[in-house]
């Protein structure tokens, strides 16, 4: 059966949307920094499903990590431990509350973990992507300065690489932590689009796609944030409130299926943005920023040069 790779399968929606794609009969390939934790889920999956379970380990915030999970990811393909990948979903990541936190490149830590280690795993790993496959980023509706999910967090600012990366440097005044995560969500969607362009020209059948799993509270999302503030996250006064006032909620068992669907399922287009909420999954349009496709090619060139993708790292469809 056809295998499926997601970074953060193992917590979160990530784990259900594992649970999700082995309940289906996918083969799945965990790739996270904790290979214990990793290994209880990939147990339950083998025993519950049957399905081969592999395991890679990889911090997205490490470049050199990156690229040592997808050579291994790559050798399980060629030496046909699991066959080609049916999709790849970039799907860990998070927000870093307190003072700014730098990659063992020396880049910022939100805009590493969710942005440029996902870019560089995206680019090794298109070769072992079936001619058929996908890619999927998860996003979040609080890329959309325009949503009520954007205005709580904090607006995304101009996505650009190289400022994201050196953000708090040399005395500069940092970003604050919500507008760090929703501007990395905004380079995702605009990541998911500038693929989906490039393989299009290239005349690939590889589709990329943007997904929003809504607000989900525990998930852990919230757990550099202090205990108070997760414990009011969680009740169902702040539930019933953030519907309330029009912010997209989802439960991680909906959104953890939904990712799934949508990592596997043909009826989903390259180039779109679908979103769960309240059990629900539907295409609907991204930001204005998003659609500009000189913003992304710029943040795609200059994740290149971030990266130190070389030029026979990266696929010709890609260029």
């Not at 289906?24 to 390939?29: K, L």
């Not at 830590?109 to 440029?116: G, Y």
């Not at 101009?158 to 040399?170: I, M, R, S, Y």
């Not at 043909?266 to 539907?282: D, I, V």
Request: hydrophobic share 40%; with cysteine.
């Amino acid at each position: 059966m056809a295998s499926v790779l997601i970074t953060g399968g193992h917590s979160g929606i990530g784990l259900e949307c594992s649970r999700s794609l082995a309940a289906q009969g996918y083969n799945v390939v965990l790739a996270g920094r904790s290979l214990a934790r990793m290994e209880s889920v990939a147990d339950e999956l083998r025993t519950a499903h049957g399905v081969h379970v592999g395991m890679v380990e990889i911090d997205t915030s490490s470049l050199a990590s990156v690229r040592s999970a997808a050579a291994h990811c790559r050798s399980m393909v060629e030496d046909g431990e699991i066959d080609s990948l049916v999709a790849v979903i970039c799907n860990a990541g998070g927000r870093f509350d307190g003072p700014e936190r730098y990659s063992p490149e020396g880049y910022e830590l939100t805009f590493a973990t969710n942005c440029l280690g996902h870019f560089l795993l995206v680019e090794l790993l298109c070769p072992v992507v079936a001619a058929d496959g996908r890619f999927v980023f998860t996003a979040s509706g609080t890329h959309d300065p325009d949503t009520m999910d954007g205005k709580l967090v904090g607006a995304a600012v101009e996505p650009n690489a190289v400022a994201l990366a050196n953000d708090g440097k040399d005395g500069a005044k940092a970003l604050s932590a919500g507008k760090r995560y929703s501007t990395s969500k905004l380079c995702d969607v605009l990541y998911a689009y500038e693929l989906a362009r490039r393989l299009d020209r290239a005349g690939s059948s590889i589709t990329a796609i943007a997904f929003d799993p809504g607000a989900i509270p525990d998930t852990g999302f919230l757990r550099d944030m202090p205990k108070a503030v997760q414990w009011i996250a969680k009740s169902r006064p702040m539930g019933w409130l953030e519907k309330r006032i029009g912010v997209t909620t989802s439960t991680a068992e909906f959104s953890g299926a939904a990712l799934a669907e949508v990592a596997v399922d043909p009826k989903h287009s390259s180039g779109s943005y679908l979103q769960a909420k309240e059990g629900r999954l539907s295409k609907r349009r991204s930001s204005t920023v998003s659609y500009d496709e000189g913003r992304a090619a710029a943040l795609w060139n200059d994740s290149k040069q971030l990266a130190g993708l070389r030029s026979d790292e990266e696929p010709a469809e890609l260029r």
